[in-house]
């Protein structure tokens, strides 16, 4: 089915809408580095720390491994079909089942939108705690917190309508502000390691709360930091908006996941050196992160804990930024295919941006802060055990399960679809990267790979899912018969130096 659109909708020469290319080599890495950094390295560094002690720089080691399989897979098959419906196209490629198609891709969008709300709640409550130090007497419970979330996520919303190329170049300001944080805290790490204040020897000394064993600890502290490392899957999802996908997707992507892991490593030994074995799991603001701890800690005589909340909100946002990009595109590629309802895919005449996916992904973003926060406040506000289940954990562990399902999918889709050779300029990944990361992840999906406090996932994203299912029926019954079905679409030719304005 070749892609069509509604009438007066589009171009003057009667082209169908395209999507404008402005990210280069530069701006792709950025995106990248952009994405996998930020809310995740805040959100999980001291329970996964927490969990296996001093080699807490192991686990993003691993997860960091698990990605780049799977990256693999994702470049084989980005540089051979580079349209922006990512996954779900993969999957329809791969094995023609309209159900495991649209559940794959509603998954994505849901990943996108928990991950985005992860993001909006943990900048809510660093910008209170930060506005807190300044002037006394600033409300900080989950009410102020939450409305804070929205509002956040509104704004990303307009910022998003001006256009991709605002957008990404928005997320280099963030971005840069991002690693200036992170390489705060990896130097006052190695200052204290310099001081002889923190003991270096501890990042080889594996400690377990609950008495696990080293494997078992491990692995639920890899699930933990995957969560980190998702991102760089995001970016298939630009491919329309990327010159030359086929040449400069690999060299990007394999160097972001690098400069992520790197910093993660050290950020991770610099949180093991500088706070004290007792208090990594126990932030003093769990929904803030250990980071600031480590800033305050390591540094309590410079001014330096008075603005680092504030530059966290900024990297925090560039994640939430980024991963409403990625689900609008895909609610926009899935409507191209009239997937989702024909209207979701209408663009902005002015700045061809996909305002009806943009007001979509961000209602759903809006109506799960809002879940989610209520939730935590009633039926999931503590596990059997007592201990209490925070917005961030959950929803943070929630995007982790959604994408390690998708990405087994998209790993055997990538075995599945060798049977294609394509042109023969796709990128080809080595047949054991598949075949491990489907094995990876399938294995931490598994409850062996959680604690019993966090398979309230398994319950939000059954809710989640549950949701999709009800949508595949209603756009079943919208669209006419054979239409819907994630035809093949043609591949459109779009010129790089056209202006949209």
């Known amino acids: 089915m070749t892609t069509s659109t509604s009438e007066g909708h589009a171009p003057a020469s009667g082209q169908p809408e395209q999507l404008k290319r402005v990210m280069g080599p530069r701006l ?19 329970k996964l720390a927490g969990q296996v002690g001093g080699i807490a720089w192991l686990p993003f080691l691993l997860a960091f491994g698990v990605a780049t399989l799977t990256a693999c897979s994702y470049l084989e098959l980005v540089t051979k079909y580079p349209q922006a419906a990512g996954a779900a196209l993969y999957t329809h490629k791969a094995f023609g089942i309209h159900f495991v198609t649209f559940l794959v891709a509603f998954t994505v969008v849901c990943s996108g939108v928990t991950s985005a709300s992860t993001s909006s709640s943990l900048l809510a409550n660093n910008l209170l705690l930060g506005l807190d130090e300044i002037w006394d007497g600033v409300p900080t419970s989950s009410g102020w917190a939450m409305t ?37 805290v990896i130097a006052i790490g190695f200052t204290v390691m310099a001081k002889g204040d923190g003991d270096f020897h501890r990042i080889t000394v594996f400690e377990s709360p609950d008495d696990k064993n080293l494997f078992i600890a491990v692995t639920i502290a890899t699930t933990v930091a995957f969560f980190a490392m998702v991102g760089f899957e995001d970016s298939v999802n630009m491919v329309e908006e990327t010159q030359e996908p086929e040449r400069i997707f690999p060299r990007m992507m394999f160097t972001g996941l690098g400069i992520a892991a790197a910093i993660y490593v050290l950020v991770a030994i610099s949180v093991v050196v500088v706070i004290p074995p007792g208090d990594i799991a126990s932030p003093t603001n769990a929904d ?25 909100v900024f990297a925090v946002a560039n ?38 996916a943009i007001v979509f992904t961000t209602v759903l973003a809006l109506g799960l802060i809002v879940a989610v926060v209520r939730l935590s406040e009633t039926t999931i506000g503590s596990a059997e055990d007592g201990t209490e289940v925070d917005v961030v954990t959950a929803l943070s562990g929630t995007t982790a399960l959604l994408l390690l399902a998708v990405f087994t999918v998209v790993n055997v889709a990538c075995l599945v679809l060798r049977r294609d ?10 047949i054991v990267a598949p075949v491990l990361g489907a094995l990876c992840c399938t294995y931490l999906l598994g409850p062996w790979a959680r604690l019993e406090v966090d398979q309230v996932q398994y319950v939000i994203a059954a809710v ?16 006419r018969p054979g239409e819907g079905d994630f035809d093949d679409i043609e591949l459109m030719d779009i010129d790089p130096t056209d202006d949209p304005r």
């Open 28 to 46: 792709l890495l950025l995106f990248i580095v952009g994405d996998i950094l930020g809310a995740g390295v805040y959100a999980v560094t001291g």
């Open 421 to 430: 050779p394509g042109d023969g300029t796709s990128f080809r990944a080595p």
């Open 319 to 356: 994640t939430a930024l980024i991963n409403m990009l990625m689900a609008s595109r895909l609610v926009y590629g899935m409507a191209r295919q009239r997937v989702l309802p024909p209207a979701l895919g209408k663009v902005l005449p002015g700045r061809r941006t996909p305002w009806a």
């Open 464 to 479: 989640l899912l549950g949701v999709g299912v009800v949508l595949w029926g209603i756009t079943r019954f919208l669209v």
């Open 148 to 184: 804070v979330a929205l509002a956040f996520m509104v704004l990303l919303a307009l910022i998003n309508l001006r256009g991709v190329g605002e957008s990404v170049k928005f997320n280099i300001v963030l971005t840069v502000i991002e690693m200036a944080a992170l390489a705060i």
């Open 288 to 312: 803030a992160g250990i980071l600031i701890d480590v800033v305050k800690t390591g540094a309590p005589d410079l001014p330096i804990d008075d603005f680092f909340p504030f530059m966290t």
